[in-house]
């Protein structure tokens, strides 16, 4: 059996390894278009701030060539996969060279991932200008920052928030703009101020509800041209979202989500025969919602990559699906998420209560005590936990999300969570910590 990847960062590196698990004697072969692969993309503001271990990009790869190839798995980089025939079995790949040849499959996976969307601003050609998804992409933004004193951040999500500390914590002058109301719009209107106020607080000039509408320079950016105004900047970051690439999908005949996204089954796979789809390319299932969404996080895609490794080895398998959990970082401040936000809630059309919690996340009279903010949210009627949202002074109180996420998975009511027997002492928690005393309180409300 002769098994064909198209990608070779989470999804795709996690199926590889485990169809060779699978079935050893498979000729697997994975086609990546870039010089990487089974790298940790989510940890590249980290290394630009200078926060790893070991300076540089290398800590953040989890697996080379060389090793992959140690195993039995055939690793092509710098080879772009595209044409797919799904009737002859075989995809047309362009090497190094620019030669192309016909690969056969018995069994294919597109792990095509995502891309950053490119406003028509970015399409300018001017030095400065970054997005922000590779290794590659990391190390040219790196280069242009050591000569840079004004940083211009276009987006107000994961990336912009995270990287708004990394560079303050090199010294950079740092004006966020996020076309929207305030930044941070995954969470429920309540909880996006302290957000705001930790970026602040940290030196950064947020304006929101401006929209950009051009750059100014000749070769390098000077400024960034906004209905508010110019903001001067010599280095641009564009992170206003990310969507699936997908083009190889639909030359394929492969259908396509509501979402955009491909459109796969618990199995991985798609409406056309020997051909799966994994990772930031593909829809998640949403245990909550009950209905496919599109959801590109690294645990998601590392485990549709496992999923679909398994059956196109000849197991059976199937992903469980996501309850839609994301945390970060900005500054001091810890946010995370799980489940729906109140307005997803009801754009869902639930009946949906949401509860406001704020205390700390250790005993109040420690010294260590923060203060936190929970939002949970349930079902009328039934009961059902929908979901939770916290913003911590202490970044790692966010991780609480972790005991909410878990009973979402499971279809857990507030009254289970109430239930929960977590683990208290003074420097950790109250004796009721505080998800207990929020469902107490839901409890009430429902």
Request: net charge neutral.
């Amino acid at each position: 059996m002769r098994i064909v990847i198209v990608g070779g960062v989470a999804a795709g590196m996690s199926a590889a390894s485990r169809a060779q698990r699978q079935s050893p004697d498979a000729d697997i072969v994975v086609f990546e278009a870039g010089d990487y692969i089974s790298y940790a993309a989510c940890g590249l503001p980290y290394a630009l701030g200078g926060e790893l271990k070991e300076a540089g990009f290398g800590r953040l790869v989890v697996r080379t060539p060389e090793q992959m190839r140690g195993r039995g798995i055939s690793v092509r980089l710098g080879h772009r996969v595209e044409g797919i025939d799904p009737r002859a079995g075989t995809v047309t790949v362009r090497g190094p060279g620019g030669a192309t040849a016909a690969e056969p499959y018995d069994r294919l996976l597109l792990a095509t991932g995502s891309e950053p969307v490119r406003p028509p601003f970015v399409q300018t050609g001017l030095g400065g200008v970054h997005l922000l998804k590779t290794i590659p992409d990391a190390q040219a933004l790196d280069v242009t920052l050591r000569g840079a004193k004004r940083v211009c951040i276009v987006g107000g999500g994961y990336i912009g928030l995270e990287m708004a500390e990394m560079l303050r914590g090199r010294g950079l002058s740092v004006v966020l703009v996020e076309r929207g109301p305030e930044v941070a719009a995954l969470l429920d209107e309540p909880l996006r101020a302290p957000v705001r106020a930790a970026l602040e607080a940290g030196g950064v000039d947020v304006r929101t509800g401006v929209k950009v509408t051009g750059l100014t320079g000749h070769e390098r950016v000077t400024g960034v041209e906004t209905d508010a105004g110019l903001i001067r900047a010599d280095t641009v970051l564009v992170a206003v979202g990310v969507r699936p690439r997908t083009e190889l999908a639909q030359a394929a005949g492969v259908t396509l989500g509501e979402t955009g996204a491909v459109a796969v089954n618990l199995r991985q796979e798609t409406d056309v025969p020997g051909i799966f789809a994994a990772g930031d390319c593909a829809e998640s299932w949403h245990r909550v919602l009950g209905k496919p969404v599109y959801v590109p996080l690294a645990l998601g895609a590392n485990r549709m990559g496992r999923v679909a490794g398994v059956n196109m080895a000849g197991g059976d398998a199937t992903f469980p699906g996501i309850v839609g959990t994301g945390i970060f970082k900005t500054f001091e401040l810890g946010v995370a998420l799980t489940g729906l936000t109140q307005a997803q809630a009801e754009k869902a059309g639930l009946d949906a209560v949401s509860v406001d919690l704020s205390t700390t996340d250790a005993a109040g009279y420690h010294r260590d005590s923060c203060p936190v903010h929970l939002r949970l949210t349930g079902e009328r009627g039934t009961g059902r936990l929908l979901g939770a949202q916290i913003v911590a002074e202490e970044h790692h109180a966010a991780k609480r999300i972790d005991v909410v996420a878990a009973l979402l998975g499971v279809g857990a009511s507030v009254q289970d969570l109430f239930e929960g027997d977590l683990g208290y002492a003074p420097p950790f928690s109250s004796t009721w910590d505080f998800p207990l005393v929020a469902a107490d309180r839901l409890l009430r409300q429902l």
